[in-house]
């Protein structure tokens, strides 16, 4: 008895069914009770169960491992040691609260695995001992006989023995929008596609109708679904840009500050400053530099984004995630469900040698039949193109269900019921044909046959008709005249081989055709026999259909290029159909489209694909470990990938990239929990609305750590120049806190309510290795610190010329940089645009904060208790003047480099054009 690795799992498809029941010692009277428990025993439950390897401490400790925390925890004991004690509670509490976001998230993330437990069937039909009975799925073993039903979900992997009409939605497992209609008989090719395993049914795929027999090959996680959930089990997430480059950022700001400090303390010690202060300055200096507030602001600026996003109909699970769709240079898309509506749609009709076309998509019966001039077509001036409708309507198990919440919806195979909308949007109703068409006898589909039969009543004719339709080179077999005229003319079917060219053609178009065909009979005739359908039909034409790609997609992918972002289709569907719904989007272009599909992939090496990722765009008929090789390639050569999807199939690749992206109506619970963010409507146009945002938010991070940043320099330029000179110190440790905690607080939080910039979406992804903190932004910090640093240096030493007292020329000094960051943080709003171009009120968040930072330094200025904590004394007129006018400096220079800027870049630009 054989179960547990993939290649023994799928030898069962390969042998006849005589064989696997002699391979697992059973046969169709299934199991004797007592073998079926002693299998359990040795086999365990047929259930998904994951190892808990989820430990909450674990978790919750690895939440402090942040170098950026790091740094928190020692400007917490800083202040503790000045005793500062407020202060360091503030900054625990900061700490504290990122912890328990990570630590929720984290928990979240963990119930993907589990999620995949829903698709297990809680009940199955089991045969054991001859007699039929219901068991709890996880009960089943290898050797079970299973009986499947219309509606049931498959509850473990199935060799079929027995099958009547068995159609299988593998959806959530292939990506195939199509049911499956499944055979007996075995599958001699190499290493097929698990889609092509057509006697094989497998654990949580959906039987849409018919029934069936099978033996059970593989229970558990020796199943293909659990062969996916070990998958996701294994999958680490990889970090996002950002996280990485955060992480980098404060390892090497760490190593600063200690270094920075270090030398001021050896500095003042060395010109003979006392060792009490000098110690007290280093650790002041070391707090003022530590952007104690950028890991809650980061935290911020990422839930304003999400809320954004929430607005565009995207939920955000993972808050890192908003940044990351910033940052993507890759989105590996599944075809069915997200680039397409998933639902079947008849878009071509072919009778007599006209062509007319179907308007609308999906289920619902909106539409119109139009000729190739695009004119409304009545059915009673083409009897011919009527019949062709009418048969499949009439040739048709399937219906077509509505309710408020789903809308329409099919109710079996959804070809047939795609033939039914058909019908309705020509104006035919299902209930009346039915009556005026009473159904005698049919022959249901099978695989062998490719075609299925109807005999009905011929309320026009008087006798009873034929109705076939099925595989146009199957069909074509059966005919020997062919309907060449709207009124139904017929002539001998004297050249398949046109129609067989017509059918390629729509089929190269990614539609799947079926060919349609009548015969009359007299009414004596009430029963059909297949061997005497094998010649004398009449074929009526051909009805091209396919799942369409849904219409918002198509600007998405046009956006998505002039973003930059390369989009690329990896479907369990046929190659055909994914370069034409690939060609229709726009994703590729004519002539030959380079394809893998998964049988090649199967062949390939990582290093091969490695090579192949770079340029090829479609991955037809791949299973769900292609899809992580597909992604895990990508990432190995440097890019930023996103991965959408809904389906079972798609959860180890969306735990494995960057950010996954599920389908919130169609998609399954195991999408949900694996992915990053969740798109409510199932539009692909919302990812791109989020892209807009995520770029937002990186802008946004890096605003705020250029201006948290600019004091820190400013600081130290102003700190160690005062050392050199043998002057005072110009800011004592609580007025350097004061500074950074209090005022930069309130701008640093306003910043992440920023509006984006123009042309954001149009800016290529910036590059995964591209440091957090830019040159631009380095050579900004300069200019910035430099200015600001020499300013308040400059007041404060005017101060002492003017005879003021220590505690006066400090608080000259402490109002100047005050000031200078006030102006300063309507510098960083852009790296490019003048303060001048942009309104003043568009984000208000940063009006009111600066109005709140002016009441809160004239607060400690001149209400007495404040100016005993912060060593203040009230200044007058005179010296706002002056601190007011130095302080407008820091406007003047940014401005100006702005402004040279600007024009070297447009120098450049001018001078490319003129080479080109």
């Known amino acids: 008895m054989h179960q547990g690795e993939r290649g023994e799992s799928h030898l069962f498809h390969h042998w006849e069914v005589e064989d696997v029941f002699r391979e697992l010692n059973s046969g169709p009277r299934g199991l004797a009770p007592e073998e079926a428990a002693r299998r ?51 900054i625990l509490a900061v700490v504290i609260i990122n912890a328990i976001i990570g630590f929720t998230q ?36 290898p050797g079970d006989v299973v009986t499947l039903t219309s509606g049931a979900r498959v509850p473990a992997d199935l060799r079929l023995f027995e099958v009547t009409r068995l159609d299988v939605n593998e959806s959530a497992l292939t990506g195939e929008s199509v049911g ?55 999958v680490k997430p990889a970090p996002t ?72 109909r995207a939920i955000i699970r993972r808050l890192p995630a908003v940044e990351t769709l910033g940052s993507t240079t890759v989105i590996a898309s599944d075809k069915t469900g997200t680039l397409t509506r998933n639902e079947m749609t008849v878009q071509v009709i072919t009778v007599g040698g006209n062509t007319y076309r179907l308007t609308g998509t999906g289920f619902e019966p909106k539409g119109d039949l139009v000729d190739a001039d695009e004119e409304p077509v009545r059915l009673k001036r083409h009897p011919a193109l009527a019949l062709c409708l009418r048969i499949g309507l009439l040739n048709n198990e399937s219906r077509l269900g509505f309710d408020e919440k789903r809308g329409y919806y099919p109710q079996g195979d959804p070809t047939e019921v795609a033939l039914m909308v058909a019908a309705l949007k020509a104006g035919l109703d299902p209930e009346v044909q039915a009556e005026l068409y009473p159904k005698l006898d049919e022959i249901p589909f099978e695989s062998d046959l490719m075609y299925s039969a109807t005999l009905h009543r011929d309320p026009e004719g008087g006798g009873n008709l034929v109705l076939v339709k099925g595989a146009p080179e199957r069909v074509l077999q059966m005919c020997s005249a062919v309907v060449t005229g709207p009124g139904g003319e017929e002539t001998p079917l004297e050249d398949p081989e046109q129609v067989l060219e017509q059918y390629r053609r729509m089929a190269e178009d990614g539609l799947r055709v079926l060919a349609l065909a009548y015969r009359r009979e007299p009414d004596t005739v009430t029963a059909l026999q297949p061997e005497n359908l094998e010649s004398g039909l009449t074929l009526i034409g051909l009805q091209g259909m396919m799942d369409p790609p849904r219409e918002e997609v198509f600007q998405a992918i046009a956006q998505a290029k002039r973003a930059g972002v390369r989009v690329i289709m990896v479907t369990g569907d046929h190659q055909v159909t994914a370069v034409a719904i690939a060609r229709r989007l726009g994703m590729v272009g004519g002539g030959n489209v380079p394809v893998l599909t998964g049988r090649e992939l199967d062949e390939m090496s990582d290093d091969e694909l490695f090579q192949k990722v770079r340029y090829v765009n479609i991955f037809a008929r791949v299973a769900p470990l292609h899809k992580l090789r597909i992604v895990q390639q990508l990432i190995r050569q440097g890019e930023v990938v996103a991965v959408t999807g809904d389906g079972v199939n798609d959860t180890p690749a969306l735990k494995a990239a960057h950010i996954g992206v599920a389908m919130g109506k169609g998609g399954t619970d195991a999408a949900k929990e694996t992915s990053d963010m969740i798109v409510t409507d199932d539009n692909f146009a919302s990812i791109f609305a989020a892209v807009k945002e995520g770029r937002v938010v990186f802008d946004n991070i890096r605003k705020v750590i250029l201006f948290l940043l600019s004091t820190g320099l400013a600081q130290i330029i102003l700190i160690l120049t005062a050392l050199m000179l043998f002057i005072p110190l110009p800011l004592l440790p609580a007025q350097i806190l004061w ?178």
């Not at 960083?828 to 568009?842: A, F, G, N």
Request: aromatic share 6%.
């Open 40 to 90: 359990l025993r040795e086999t365990g439950p047929n259930t998904l169960d994951v190892e808990d390897r989820f430990n909450p401490l674990q978790a919750l400790l690895h939440q402090f491992t942040d170098p950026l925390i790091y740094i928190l925890l020692v400007a917490a004991a800083f202040t503790a040691l000045i005793q500062h004690y407020i202060d360091m509670w503030v």
């Open 739 to 916: 500074l950074n905690l209090a005022t930069n607080g309130l701008q640093d939080v306003a910043l992440a309510f920023e509006p984006g910039e123009k042309g954001i979406v149009e800016r290529r992804p910036r590059k995964r290795k591209e440091p957090v903190i830019s040159r631009l932004m380095v050579e900004r910090l300069v200019v910035i610190g430099v200015v600001i640093g020499a300013g308040t240096l400059f007041t404060f030493v005017w101060a002492l010329n003017q005879g003021y007292s220590i505690e006066h020329a400090r608080t000259v000094a402490l109002t100047t940089i005050v000031l200078f960051q006030l102006f300063n943080v309507f510098n960083v709003r852009s790296e490019t645009e003048s303060i001048l171009r942009m309104p003043l009120l568009s984000n208000p968040f940063l009006f009111f904060g600066v109005v709140a930072s002016v009441i809160a330094q004239i607060a400690i200025i001149y209400v007495p208790a404040l100016q005993f904590v912060f060593r203040t004394v009230p200044l007058n007129v005179f010296d706002w003047t002056v601190a007011i006018t130095v302080a407008v400096t820091v406007l003047v220079a940014v401005e100006a480099e702005k402004a040279l800027r600007r024009v070297v870049i447009a120098k450049r630009a001018e001078a490319l054009a003129k080479r080109r």
């Open 180 to 234: 499956v209609r499944k055979d007996v008989k075995p599958v001699r090719e190499e290493r097929p596609a698990l889609g092509d395993l057509r006697n094989m049914a497998f654990m949580g795929t959906l039987v849409l109708s018919g029934r069936g027999k099978g033996v059970v090959t593989a229970t558990g996680a020796a199943t293909e679904l659990g062969k996916i959930s070990e998958q996701v089990q294994r």
């Open 241 to 312: 840009p950002l996280q990485v480059q955060l992480g980098r950022f404060g390892r090497w700001l760490g190593y600063g500050i200690v270094a920075i400090s270090g030398v001021a303390v050896l500095l003042g010690l060395a010109l003979g400053r006392p060792l009490p202060e000098m110690v007290l300055t280093g650790i002041a200096l070391a707090v003022g530099v530590i952007p104690e507030g950028l890991p809650v602001v980061v935290t911020i600026t990422f839930a304003i984004g999400v809320k954004r996003m929430t607005a565009r």
């Open 106 to 141: 984290e928990v979240r993330a963990e119930q993907a695995i589990r999620a995949l437990t829903v698709l297990a069937a809680p009940r199955a039909h089991v045969i054991r001992g001859g007699r039929e009975i219901q068991v709890d799925s996880s009960q089943l073993v």
